[in-house]
């Protein structure tokens, strides 16, 4: 047997016999799905709505089908770098380079400290202290931040975590987001909240620093992720799966990871 061949014989292997395990990141979508809401006077994304066609019926006897509607950045969904104008120039999800699709995730956990402040920023000594203890950051991989808001999934209010002086929900602090995308060996970043910025982002200097850094070096974000908690700190691997839309600004997508038990 030629030896490229021998890896993809174990990983099938792996999966057949149970040694490696399939786990889902991705939140069900539908119309309860929690949405981001912008205030005025910026445009919303409408609510994820999905309408039958036929259903073994007159409009189609043998067959069940439906079309929907909804935004680009609903549910689970990957963010392309034209989503943010530092990033207008550079690629859609259409041209996104499938190998940077799958790849090595490492996975920090903050989920006390936010619990203890919705609003908790990652720094750059969070990472660097997880480096320390798991190793460097691989090259062409993930930082999946888990902070236990997946819990919230299901309530549009709690998810969103709102009052009067806007929404809060952990994030990235300004400084890591520039590091990781201009110095990391990283392609993306993925969070379990509605987006990968801080809820409190808007006030930031500059505003929406994973948006304005990460899109406009051409890399990504995943947002809306579930199961972070199956995953270890490091060894899993990525697979995120949007769809190939033309000139799209994001997609939701199916996200999955690969353990070896």
Known sequence: MSTAIRPLTSFIEGLASGTIEV???????????????????????????????????????????????????????????????????????????????????????KTAEARANPDYLLTRDDIDAFARRHGPLPPGGW????????????????????????????????????????ESPLVGIGVETVGTDAGTAHSFSPAFPCHQFMLGANKYGLTQLANLVKLPPTGAVLVVA????????????????????
């Open 143 to 182: 930082l999946l931040y888990r902070t236990g808001w997946d819990a919230r999934a299901n309530d549009q209010e709690a998810f969103l975590n709102a009052n009067a002086s806007g929404p809060h929900t952990p994030g990235i602090d300004g400084e890591c987001a520039r590091w990781l995308a201009g």
């Open 242 to 261: 949007p769809l190939k839309l033309v000139k799209g600004s994001g997609s939701p997508c199916r996200v999955l990871a690969f353990v070896q038990r």
């Open 23 to 109: 786990i889902d990141l991705t939140q069900p979508l539908s119309e309860r799905t929690p949405l981001i809401k912008l205030p005025p006077p910026f445009a919303n994304t409408p609510v994820w709505t999905t309408h039958e066609i036929s259903r073994y019926d007159e409009r189609g006897p043998a067959w069940y089908w439906n079309w929907f509607e909804g935004g680009e950045h609903s549910g689970t969904h990957f963010d392309a770098p034209i989503h943010w104008v530092t990033g207008k120039d550079k690629d859609d999800v259409s041209q996104v380079p499938v190998r940077r699709l799958v790849g090595p995730a490492i996975v920090i956990d």
